[in-house]
RNA sequence: GCCGGGGUGGCGAAACUGGCAGACGCACGGGACUUAAAAUCCCGAGUCGCGCAAGCGACGUGUGGGUUCGAUUCCCACCCCCGGCACCA
């Protein structure tokens, strides 16, 4: 018998862990899988306990699961390229690979201090050529597919990371990583061409069930498909049309007989021609040139004053063939649709602004359910359904059922046709840093684009020793890197000098976990087969449209080369909450961090787990309490006195079967059956990790409560003799309710669970025994306290014996005295008795 | 503006299918042990009122209505907080 010291017990079984590779796995079809997975990390140096939250959530899913006898695959590895890194090597004149491994150890050490079961054997670093090797051949299967391309096109620019980042990237106007204002920059860039998979993406993610609804909103907002037409609008000489078009994109083609006129993003093609051709064409590209120097964010988020001005040109209404004005607004961008909008002031809000400002004819043509409406009495554009009026042959249709006329009619006079609209874009995949996978392309002048061929994958990232964090592409200025031969012609050639972005490397690393060390291929088929996809799946929500929508494109990428067949990574997905302190999220520069590491020195990792578990649900945000932790340690070593102090006492306690319980005994049992349900289903499939633990809990005090009936003294102090307890039945009861409750505890606090269950006697490790089984029998009551309500008051509580019947129950509870009391000159209705659970007495009040 | 989540004691929270609101913990108060303190063990505690007391009563889950024998839970309207999207035609 001794205090509960963790910090020895913890050491003890981390070491015992790394020497038997404890939770190394392999294929194994005989045994249902799971594959437990938190994202991985971004070696920064530190992990504080908002990072470590994470590893704790999906660490107590597979111990669980490993219990319960699954095959548990639950590897970890480090997302170890990025700019920090590089950063890194400006500032402090290190090599970005230097840095970045050493805090690969420290945060690796900090994991297994915290007791996380990973299959170390399966550690990956994206950075390591045998992983970014895999990066480039995938890259080059998209090439020859036409997923990956290149083209000249106007990027997100961070002046402070001096690198284009994706549309993703771009966080309120601002880089996601530093919130840099972003600049447009025009540049030849690598694409990879995520919209071919636009409409699966958004399809498929209805099936996505054990997702959370956020994140599918997100998704599906991010995607923003908008289904619509495209209609032709000939350009005028005069009244005529001639055969040049201008193309407007349309989610409301119902409107189209009120289009009065049609707007220009400055960006749009046909602008710089009407420019020369009008009567001064200086003034004209001036004013083109004051709205595309408008801010970009500010543009992007509409914090602008709408404005515009005429061309001076027009177009024909292609369905009312008169002439419209052509105005080129500040507003209509240019990267959407064709650059180019019908404007229908009376039923658009933005163009009826428009029309108001600058004295624009308003045509009403949708008549909602019943009323009537004048253009020129509006006060607010009709955004309506309705009914159609003023358009033609049309009028008296449903917009509805105008929208598929109408779009039928354009496309049979070949001036429109139906089309799908995406706010997704291709995915910009250049960087120009130097701390990333090269792009395995190199540039001839007489073949083009050639890939590095697969043999000569990898392309290694060559060392260099000056970051200066300055201008273009660190690696263009390494000529043995940059001057290669062509591969085909063998002519002098120039390599790709950019790399990839970091989310190549997040968007198929799971799949790597399976099969890290191939040699051939990214990852064995079959092996990924038996593992994928990732059963439960844990991590920011700061990833919902990064991360997870790239990982579900690559997924599909990996398919349709051939070596995966699901479609979907990711079966279940638990975004979990911040850890706040001072109402803040923790981070170096507010100074208010929480180190993992301070915690287990003073309370231990099973006292930090535990506590950082049960201050909420993993969803929710937490503030940070010390106390909270204090409280842990506190029932930690309530549990361990209880268990450690009456193991003696309780060693050659007999089975439970077939014992003649006492009262009591059947209370503790009841207590100890009860609870293995509970935290059975808080855990899987409620991942309510709080209240798990606080069913635990109660049966802790349940235990203490029992042996003070007994006098039994748990609490003692070291020195006192271990108690002897008479009967055979209760030292039954209580071992009992000590291996549920040290065999529940595990996967919140394992090292505390190994320890006290080899003091228990056992030898081979709770994973060996199981998780404990609920025992129906022993957990049913004998009789039941019910509450009796008269008009739904509680008034009294009746005892009965459980099953009684309706009747029975009725009859009781009426003859309570507390019930004749209130029952006194009051006229019973009637009276509802729910099974088992309540009885409701309703009674119409006497009169006088 | 649209979408998603939320609002419950001094605090973190719980209540799974409409059935005892506040489990469990923190902080707090009391008792036991101790010369004393810490630790530990036990007990108390939503608010208000009455009562010396055991107890009794009223009120109580953001606000206002509704459905129901019964509502934190379902419906309608509204207020507030958090997250996301937003001039996307």
């Avoid at 001096?162 to 601002?174: H, R, S, W």
């Avoid at 699901?566 to 109402?583: A, K, N, S, W």
Wanted: hydrophobic content about 40%; glycine content about 8%; some cysteine.
């Amino acid at each position: 018998m001794s205090d509960y010291r963790p910090q020895e017990i913890e050491k003890k079984w981390q070491d015992r862990w790394r020497e038997t590779r404890a939770f190394e796995v392999k294929v194994d079809p005989s045994r249902p899988k799971f594959y437990c997975l938190e994202m991985f990390a971004y070696p920064s140096g530190h992990a504080h306990v908002g990072h470590v939250r994470n590893y704790m959530i999906g660490d107590i899913m597979a111990r669980m699961k490993r219990m319960r006898g699954f095959n548990v695959l639950h590897p970890f590895g480090w997302d170890a390229f990025g700019l920090p890194a590089e950063n890194a090597a400006i500032k402090n004149h290190t090599h970005p690979e230097t840095w970045t491994f050493d805090n690969i150890a420290h945060m690796k050490g900090q994991l297994q201090r915290l007791g996380i079961s990973y299959a170390w054997e399966r550690e990956i670093a994206t950075c390591q050529p045998e992983y970014y090797r895999w990066n480039q051949w995938l890259f080059t299967r998209m090439f020859e597919k036409g997923l990956a391309y290149r083209r000249r096109s106007n990027v997100n620019w961070c002046e402070s990371c001096a690198t284009v980042l994706a549309n993703e990237q771009v966080v309120d106007g601002g880089c996601w990583r530093c919130g840099t204002p972003v600049v447009t920059r025009d540049l030849e860039q690598w694409f990879l061409r995520i919209t071919a998979y636009a409409d699966e993406l958004l399809d498929a993610l209805p099936t996505l069930t054990d997702w959370p609804e956020k994140v599918l909103t997100m998704q599906r907002n991010w995607i923003g498909r908008s289904v619509g037409a495209r209609v032709r609008f000939p350009i005028a000489e005069g009244v005529t049309p001639t055969t040049e078009a201008i193309e407007v994109f349309t989610t409301r083609i119902d409107t189209i007989y009120g289009a009065n006129f049609v707007l220009l993003a400055p960006e749009h093609p046909i602008v710089e021609r009407f420019a020369a051709e009008s009567p001064d064409p200086a003034a004209f590209r001036a004013k083109v040139a004051a709205f595309r120097a408008l801010d970009r964010t500010a543009r992007l988020t509409g914090e602008i004053e709408k404005e515009g001005f005429a061309t001076g040109r027009y177009v024909i209404n292609p369905f009312t063939h008169t002439p419209v004005p052509v105005w080129i607004a500040n507003f209509v961008l240019g990267e959407y649709g064709t650059g180019a909008v019908m404007a229908v002031p009376a039923h658009d809000q933005r163009d009826f602004e428009f029309a108001r400002k600058y004295d624009l004819p308003v045509t009403v043509v949708i008549q909602p359910e019943g009323g009537t409406s004048e253009g020129d009495e509006l006060t607010d554009a009709y955004t309506g359904d309705g009914v159609l009026v003023g358009s033609g042959s049309f009028s008296g249709l449903s917009t509805d059922e105008a929208r598929t006329r109408l779009t039928a009619e354009a496309a049979a006079h070949g001036i429109g046709e139906a089309t799908v609209q995406y706010r997704l874009k291709d995915w910009g995949v250049s960087r120009q840093r130097y701390w990333g996978t090269p792009i395995p392309i190199i540039q001839c002048e007489v073949c083009g684009l050639v890939p590095v061929p697969d043999a000569d994958l990898p392309v290694r990232l060559p060392t260099i020793s000056e970051f200066t964090g300055r201008g273009d592409s660190p690696l263009a200025h390494v000529a043995e890197f940059v001057n290669v031969p062509c591969p085909r012609c063998q002519r002098p050639a120039r390599r790709e000098t950019d790399t990839m972005d970091t989310f190549v490397d997040s968007s198929w690393y799971y799949y790597r976990y399976c099969d890290p060390t191939n040699e051939s291929l990214p990852f064995d088929p079959a092996t990924v087969a038996y593992w994928g996809p990732v059963d439960f799946y844990s991590g920011g929500v700061e990833h919902a449209i990064l991360h997870l929508i790239y990982s579900r494109f690559f997924s599909r990428v990996f398919r349709d080369v051939g070596l995966v067949t699901i479609d979907e990574p990711f079966t279940r997905l638990l975004t979990q909450g911040m850890v706040l302190r001072h109402g803040a999220v923790m981070s170096k520069s507010k100074g208010n961090v929480v180190d993992p590491d301070d915690m287990i020195t003073r309370f231990g990792a099973d006292a930090l787990r535990l506590y950082v578990m049960f201050v909420a649900p993993p969803e929710k945000e937490v503030e940070w309490t010390d106390t909270g932790l204090e409280g842990a340690y506190r029932f930690l070593g309530r549990v361990w006195r209880a268990a450690d102090h009456l193991i003696p006492a309780v060693a050659d306690a007999p089975a439970p079967d077939g014992l003649a319980f006492d009262a009591d005994e059947k209370r503790l049992r009841r207590a100890t059956h009860r609870t293995i349900d509970r935290v059975t289903r808080d855990i899987d499939p409620r991942m309510h990790l709080n209240t798990a633990i606080s069913a635990v809990m109660e049966l802790v005090n349940d235990l203490y409560a029992f042996c003070d009936i007994r006098g039994i003294k748990p609490g003692a102090r070291d020195d006192a003799p271990p108690p002897a307890i008479a009967r055979p039945e209760a030292a039954a009861a209580l071992r009992e309710a000590i291996e549920a409750l040290v065999r529940l505890l595990s996967p919140f606090t394992p090292h505390l669970s190994e320890e006290l269950w080899e003091r228990l006697g056992h030898d081979d490790g709770v994973v060996a025994a199981g998780w404990p089984v609920f025992d129906a029998a022993a957990a049913a009551e004998d009789e039941i306290e019910i509450p009796v309500q008269i008009n739904g008051k509680l008034r009294a509580r009746l005892t009965i014996a459980a099953g009684a019947s309706d009747e029975a129950t009725r009859e009781a509870a009426l003859a309570l005295p507390a019930i004749q009391t209130h029952l006194a000159g009051a006229e019973v209705v009637k009276t509802i008795v729910a099974g088992g659970r309540l009885v409701n007495i309703v009674v119409k009040a006497s009169k006088g």
